[in-house]
Antibody
Framework: QVQLVESGGGVVQPGRSLRLSCAASGFTFSSYGMHWVRQAPGKGLEWVAVIWYDGSNKYYADSVKGRFTISRDNSKNTLYLQMNSLRAEDTAVYYC????????????????????WGQGTTVTVSS | AIRITQSPSSLSASTGDRVTITCRASQGISSYLAWYQQKPGKAPKLLIYAASTLQSGVPSRFSGSGSGTDFTLTISCLQSEDFATYYCQQYYSYPQTFGQGTKVEIK
């Protein structure tokens, strides 16, 4: 079945780095864009970043631009989020999610909704 | 960035009630709006996309409407498993943005 499994979360000091991974299975990973979405404790959902199916385009939330890098390895069916210069406000559950890859009309020319989500991995930034 | 204002932030309802949640975008987003359901400790689940298209497997008591800037999620007959938090999301442009969420609680 279609599945996304995040890993790599943990407790890290402010200013340090962490890399999250998201292993995909049950679908042709290389055909889908992928997103990272986060949720701070007790708060709502915040979109973080997206990468197109072939890695050719990437977009970031202003809150992480210049600090986080999204990437993928289609040969390993894996999505990554490299997080540098971490701050306390980056503390959250991080979800990877599949871009639905639907035709224009269901989706805009560059952006689409998320139809499959992982279970999340927790990142805590604290000294 | 496009701002999404979702209301109410919470509501109390009984099983069998009709529930309506609204989202307003700060600019027109055509029909590029999705609705998600999230239960405590779980990942969000897609309910509706393109403002009104029901995701496969989602019960027909859920429906969505709207276009442009104003959107609505309706649960026609609330069931016990529907008590959760609901989020709208615009995917018209990046950065994608979510509403603040609506927590549906048992009255």
């Amino acid at each position: 079945q279609v599945q996304l499994v995040e890993s790599g979360g943990g407790v890290v000091q402010p200013g340090r780095s962490l890399r999250l991974s998201c292993a995909a299975s049950g679908f042709t990973f290389s055909s889908y864009g992928m997103h990272w979405v986060r949720q701070a404790p007790g708060k709502g959902l915040e979109w973080v970043a997206v990468i197109w199916y072939d890695g050719s385009n990437k977009y970031y939330a202003d809150s992480v631009k210049g600090r986080f890098t999204i990437s993928r390895d289609n040969s390993k069916n894996t999505l990554y989020l490299q997080m540098n210069s971490l701050r306390a406000e980056d503390t959250a559950v991080y979800y990877c999610a599949r871009d639905s890859n639907r035709p224009l009309g269901y989706c805009s020319s560059t952006s689409c909704y998320m139809d499959v989500w992982g279970q999340g991995t927790t990142v805590t930034v604290s000294s | 960035a496009i701002r999404i204002t979702q209301s109410p932030s919470s509501l109390s309802a009984s099983t069998g009630d009709r529930v309506t949640i609204t989202c307003r975008a700060s600019q027109g987003i055509s029909s590029y709006l999705a609705w998600y359901q999230q239960k405590p400790g779980k990942a969000p689940k897609l309910l509706i996309y393109a403002a009104s298209t029901l995701q496969s497997g989602v019960p027909s008591r859920f429906s969505g409407s709207g276009s442009g800037t104003d959107f609505t999620l309706t649960i026609s007959c609330l069931q016990s498993e529907d008590f959760a938090t609901y989020y709208c999301q615009q995917y018209y442009s990046y950065p994608q943005t979510f509403g603040q969420g609506t927590k549906v609680e048992i009255k």
